[in-house]
Nanobody, 123 residues
Framework: QVQLVESGGGLVQAGGSLRLSCAAS????????MGWFRQAPGKERESVAT???????MYAGSTRGRFTISRDNAKNTVYLQMNSLKPEDTAVYYC?????????????????WGQGTQVTISS
């Protein structure tokens, strides 16, 4: 079992930045691939970024070049640095853990989920 708690969401103006954190507790964090996902009102949950156990990463097309995923295994934490934010980035952001060393942007591949943190971008 892995418990995940996101933090760092909030309200910022377009063009601003936020850094989300996801603290994990439970079994060995370093053994899990981690992912960030988001869900906007009235829309399906979508992938944002993933980082493997060895630090390999992938980004969804809409966030590539603006968002950066990273992890600190010593702190059991995964981060999402979000720059050049746009109103369409407004969503609840979720982190998730996958019991695999391979990165994945597929929602179905993830075993554990946090409760989410709200990110709102004003125009």
């Amino acid at each position: 079992q892995v418990q995940l708690v996101e933090s760092g969401g909030g309200l910022v103006q377009a063009g601003g930045s936020l850094r989300l954190s996801c603290a994990a507790s439970g079994q060995a964090f370093s053994a899990y691939t981690m992912g960030w996902f988001r869900q906007a009102p009235g829309k399906e949950r979508e992938s944002v970024a993933t980082i493997s156990t060895l630090g390999g990463y992938m980004y969804a097309g809409s966030t590539r070049g603006r968002f950066t995923i990273s992890r600190d295994n010593a702190k059991n934490t995964v981060y999402l640095q979000m720059n050049s934010l746009k109103p369409e980035d407004t969503a609840v952001y979720y982190c998730a853990a996958r019991a695999s060393r391979w990165p994945s942007l597929a929602i179905r591949d993830y075993d554990y989920w946090g409760q989410g943190t709200q990110v709102t971008i004003s125009s």
